[in-house]
């Protein structure tokens, strides 16, 4: 009988799962990949193929919403019934928050579960999810080995001073740092980057998605990113705000336009480029759209990344490669164009026939940085995470 391992991605409102064969290959083999969504009022299961072909589709029905637990449950015993003669032996998780505590994958326990659930104040729109999958998947599969994959302990190799707020001690000693995120996406990229360009030092990837965020790396290692201690912070994302100066939100507080739960539901679902345009967060319904607020939101969105681009061009002393990654990244030939434009002053310059194809090269031959789209694979990252810790 052959093995599997199943990926998890627990979200509020939705469960993204992949299995991947178990194999000695650096690459293990995708058997299919699918999605739980509308969990609570509408839930529809799809899976696909390695191939993207559908394999089997499922309606609940509206208004029949599901837990956690039974989305697992169904999952699991889909993998199983389905996959002929294949046994799972382990999960990997997608974590946001892995804390001071771990800087690389581990597996869990009691006592890791417990830690990950102490993190859940620090970023409460996605953690406490990704924690609830697996302490649910461990309820009803206590047999199975789990393995936790952290957003952010690919930025532990920051330097201590990018990592460290100008608070007192007593303040960062209760988890104050900044933490970084979108990591197993870098993880990849920094992998995938070091086989289309291996003689750049100095990258700047830009994960641009519904959260999107740009991290510096040295030598394949985080040195910055834009995300810091939540998933709030640096660059405007589809609903999130991206930077907001502390005085602002102190301002909105006190004159009682919100309490901490709205004004923090407020940052994270009603801002970004949906905020800005009062239109959509979807980068595709803006750049369709003619009506100035939409144009103002890309703009800003662009403005944004530039000044990033500048800072972490100064904290690398110079830059080697620029990638582009993620849904807006991978598939936004104006966003990509309208960065580069700004960028002539690093010398960059696009390929434009290239970058409306998609790359994966998208600079011209006299570009000074070589630019890039390089598609991500976060499960394919955590599922050979997941093997490296399974394996004897």
């Avoid at 799809?46 to 449950?73: C, F, P, R, Y």
């Avoid at 996406?185 to 750049?200: E, G, T």
Wanted: glycine share 8%.
């Amino acid at each position: 009988m052959s093995e599997a391992i199943v990926v998890i991605n627990a979200g509020s409102t939705s469960l993204k799962f992949a299995a991947y064969a178990v194999s000695a290959a650096e690459s293990p083999p995708l058997l299919c990949r699918g999605e739980i969504d509308s969990m609570q009022g509408d839930p529809r299961f799809v899976v696909s193929d390695a191939a993207g072909k559908t394999m089997n589709a499922h309606e609940w029905g509206e208004g029949h919403a599901i837990d956690h637990k039974t989305a697992l449950q169904f999952v699991i015993t889909w993998l199983e019934t389905n996959l002929a003669d294949t046994k799972l032996v382990a999960a990997g998780h997608r974590v946001l928050l892995g804390g001071a505590r771990f800087d690389r994958p581990v597996r869990v326990d009691a006592d890791v579960l417990a830690y990950l659930d102490g993190l859940v104040a620090m970023e409460p729109s996605h953690q406490p999810f990704n924690v609830d999958g697996i302490r649910t998947l461990s309820e009803a599969f206590p047999g199975l080995l789990q393995v936790a994959c952290f957003d952010s302990s690919f930025h532990r190799t920051m330097p201590e001073v990018a990592q460290t707020y100008a608070l007192p001690k007593d303040v960062r000693d209760t988890g104050l740092r900044h933490w970084g995120y979108h990591g197993i996406s870098y993880d990849y990229i920094s992998r995938q980057a070091s086989k289309f360009a291996p003689a750049a030092r100095r990258v700047i990837a830009a994960h641009l998605g519904g959260g999107a965020s740009m991290c510096a790396m040295l030598h394949g290692k985080s040195v910055e990113t834009t995300m810091g201690f939540a998933g709030v912070s640096g660059l405007p994302m589809a609903t999130r705000s991206g930077d907001v100066p502390p005085g602002a939100l102190f301002y909105l507080l006190r004159r009682k336009f919100f309490d901490d739960a709205s004004l923090e539901k407020m940052l994270y679902e009603r801002a970004g480029l949906f905020g800005l345009s009062g239109i959509s967060g979807d980068m595709r319904v803006l750049q369709e759209s003619s009506d100035p607020r939409a144009v103002a939101a890309v703009e800003h969105f662009v403005y944004t990344m530039t000044k990033y681009v500048g800072a972490y061009t100064a904290v690398l002393g110079g830059l080697d490669a620029l990638v582009f990654t993620a849904g807006i990244g991978e598939h936004s030939a104006p966003v990509r164009a309208a960065l580069c434009a700004k960028l002539a002053w690093l010398g960059v310059r696009l390929d434009e026939r290239a970058n409306v194809s998609n790359g994966p090269c998208i600079s011209a031959p006299q570009s000074a940085a070589s630019v890039w789209v390089i598609p991500t694979n976060e499960e394919l990252m955590i599922a050979q995470q997941t093997l490296a810790l399974a394996r004897p």
